[in-house]
């Protein structure tokens, strides 16, 4: 397994290098140095939260993303709520991004509760590594072909809640105490399909821990395949003037042995 993943990483530095040298040959119209700054903001409902095969929101969600960019240079933020109050999270992101190649850090703060072992969110703010609930997300995708069929994306988490945890006696009462990082490593491979207003895509991602391949990771009680799925996707024409992008997407965790379908729409969408 440890190779496989070994074998992975390799393929994806050689491709952001192969799509580096070769984004002037993509399909994809951008306007290089552009001093205008692009702007986007949506907002987003979906019947519950899944990301990468984990559920931190069982309840239906609402979500606001919005992004600027300015010379191929990106800002963006999110902010989900589950309708039921439990689920609550707040997203930064700051990236560069190319035709063929992207490259980006993302700050995740979860104020759910259970999703750590700080039973109370100690603040957005805290980079204290034994109280904190963020996550800072290091992620390279590559687009492996002109089309944008096929997508490989990496995920190494560097700092925050991704550790060890170590269960410890203080004044008689067990407590936890956080020890060594993970690094979780996540990757991911997409293949899409399209024709006419419709849109299929499929994925399987998988991780492990670069603290220690065959043990625990941020996703799960070992390493290995935890997010596999399949999207259909669609614009819902409403009326002449209104057009609802909609997707329903199945999501299976092999490591967890749990499945989720989730329908998920744009009610809203501007920006420049």
């Given at each position: 397994m440890q190779r496989l993943f070994l074998s992975?990483?390799?393929?994806?530095?050689?491709?952001?290098?192969?799509?580096?040298?070769?984004?002037?040959?993509?399909?994809?119209?951008?306007t290089e140095n552009s001093t205008a700054i692009d702007w986007d903001m949506s907002l987003n409902f979906k019947t519950k939260n899944v990301f990468r095969g984990i559920l931190p929101s069982p309840a239906p969600v609402f979500a606001v993303e919005g992004r600027a960019?300015?010379?191929?240079?990106?800002l963006g933020v999110y902010g989900g709520s589950g309708i039921d109050g439990y689920y609550q999270e707040t997203d930064f992101i700051v990236g560069y991004e190319k035709?063929?190649?992207?490259?980006r850090m993302e700050y995740y703060y979860n104020y759910t509760q259970g999703i750590s072992d700080i039973?109370?969110?100690?603040?957005?703010?805290?980079?204290?590594r034994q109280t904190t609930r963020g996550l800072?997300?290091?992620?390279m995708e590559v687009n492996l072909?002109?089309?944008?069929?096929?997508k490989l994306l990496s995920s190494t988490i560097l700092f925050g809640r991704d550790t060890d945890l170590e269960t410890i006696i203080v004044d008689g009462e067990s407590t936890t105490r956080r020890t060594d990082q993970r690094y979780t490593q996540y990757f991911q491979l997409d293949r899409t399909w399209s024709w006419d207003n419709n849109k299929i895509q499929a994925h399987i991602g998988g991780s492990f821990s670069w603290n220690n391949p065959s043990g625990g990771m941020l996703y799960g009680a070992k390493p290995g395949i935890h997010n596999v799925g399949l999207t259909y996707g669609k614009k819902l024409k409403i009326n002449d003037h209104i057009k609802l992008p909609v997707?329903?997407?199945?999501?299976?965790?092999?490591?967890?042995?749990?499945?989720?379908?989730v329908f998920a729409v744009n009610l809203i969408q501007f920006g420049k």
């Open positions: 992975i990483i390799i393929a994806c530095l050689s491709a952001l290098s192969w799509a580096q040298n070769t984004q002037g040959e993509s399909s994809t119209v951008k960019s300015w010379n191929n240079w990106l035709p063929r190649y992207s490259i039973p109370t969110p100690s603040g957005l703010f805290d980079f204290n800072l997300d290091f992620i072909d002109k089309e944008g069929k096929w997707k329903i997407t199945t999501y299976v965790n092999p490591i967890a042995e749990t499945a989720h379908v």
